[in-house]
């Protein structure tokens, strides 16, 4: 009985530690970002040739995300981590130092790499802990991710507004970010591979089960961008708002995502993946409708909101799945990630491509289809949903690293 509340216990460590990581790997997006125009003037730039540069933090993530599997499996779970995600940090001071455009083509593909490596490593351990628990934690745990990103953004408001050079300040976060990084990483699970475990290979195809999952996360992430980076475009353009208030529908649709992670986990435990996921499609289905049929900003506003509330747990939810979808955890996490990534990727720009073809509500049209279709295909999150019966009290057994296949 003591050996089973000393590993609750020891969860319930680990469940705070893995937050904290995922609040600290959000700090390092949100810092950079805010630094972008610094960045830009400093490696003398122009727009084109800095969204070119951009692209390469995911073609980075891309690229290495297939790897994280096999660092933790040659290291264990806890040693990786850590070392992943000091990577991740320091190299926030990498894009300032830059002087020119293939230096900061490099350094972003640098930036990207280490981020993905330790997105798919962070997010294993937290869909272990949730197997632990027995309960959903991952959608807070992104909730977490998307606090982080706004407290990095703030930090990085405040010293753009003090004329702080980038250079100093994300030196200054990064130290700071790598400290916390590593004190959190004291207290996730250690978990070790069995002696008899091959190690996943170097570079792997993903399996089918992560493919399916990762076009539900596909819509998920293209609306997600498409809002994000277009909808004060939108409100501006198409409905003619003020710059203030197309700002705010931006600021609203993102505390809408934070909100509904740091929610949903309790939605999740009592309607499963599948509806959650179903209910969410429609939801966000309802505001894309809104956003292309309204004729005010205020409806417009609103559709947005819903589609932020809609589409919020998802992306967590799929990485939840994925990780219980097979054998094994990191590659079928990789495999989602890499997907999502480059939905995150191509959306901004394929928003804009059809927009200059057509218009924005055509391309929001698009979204709204997108949005769609995570009702429509919600059921394939069936496959890694939980199924084990929950103890007397209403806990699921508690597994310890030796039980570990």
Not at 136 to 142: N, R, T, V
Not at 231 to 256: K, V
């Amino acid at each position: 009985m003591k050996d089973v509340v000393h590993e609750h216990r020891e969860v319930i460590r680990a469940r705070y530690a893995v937050a904290a990581v995922f609040a600290v790997h959000g700090g390092v997006t949100g810092s950079f970002a805010t630094r972008v125009p610094w960045i830009q003037d400093h490696a003398s730039v122009s727009p084109g040739q800095l969204g070119l540069a951009l692209a390469f933090p995911a073609l980075g993530a891309s690229l290495a995300m297939p790897l994280a599997g096999r660092v933790s499996h040659r290291f264990g779970a806890r040693t990786a981590l850590r070392g992943l995600l000091v990577l991740w940090t320091l190299s926030l001071t990498l894009p300032s130092l830059a002087p020119n455009l293939l230096a900061l083509c490099l350094a972003l593909f640098t930036f990207g790499a280490t981020a993905g490596m330790s997105d798919v490593a962070m997010n294993a351990l937290g869909v272990e802990v949730e197997n632990r628990l027995g309960r959903s934690i991952m959608s807070g745990l992104h909730g977490m991710w998307s606090a982080g990103a706004l407290v990095g953004s703030a930090g990085g408001t405040l010293a753009a507004h003090l004329g702080t050079d980038a250079r100093l300040h994300h030196t200054l976060a990064a130290a700071c970010l790598t400290l916390l990084g590593l004190v959190a990483c004291t207290w996730v699970l250690d978990l070790q591979p069995a002696e008899d475990e091959e190690p996943p290979p170097r570079f792997a195809l993903p399996p089918r089960s992560a493919l399916l999952i990762g076009a539900v996360g596909f819509c998920a992430v293209f609306a997600e961008g498409a809002s994000l980076d277009w909808s004060a475009i939108y409100l501006e353009d198409e409905l003619g708002a003020s710059a203030g208030l197309a700002a705010a529908c931006t600021t609203g649709f993102t505390l809408t995502m934070a909100l509904a992670r740091m929610a949903g986990d309790k939605v999740v435990d009592r309607y499963g993946s599948v509806r959650t996921v179903r209910t969410g499609g429609v939801l966000a289905t309802v505001g894309g409708a809104l956003i292309v049929l309204g004729d005010h900003p205020v409806t417009a506003m609103a559709g947005f909101a819903l589609t932020g509330l809609g589409i919020a747990v998802v992306v967590p939810l799929c990485f939840a799945v994925a990780g219980r979808s097979g054998p094994n955890p990191s590659q079928a996490i990789a495999g989602v990630a890499t997907i999502t990534y480059t939905s995150g990727l191509i959306a901004p720009s394929a928003i804009g491509t059809l927009a200059q073809a057509t218009s924005l509500v055509v391309s929001f049209a698009l979204v709204t289809v997108l949005s769609g279709g995570l009702a429509v295909f919600a059921g394939v999150l069936r496959s890694g949903d939980r199924d084990r019966p929950k103890e007397a009290g209403g806990r699921r057994p508690v597994r310890s690293d030796r039980d570990q296949p």
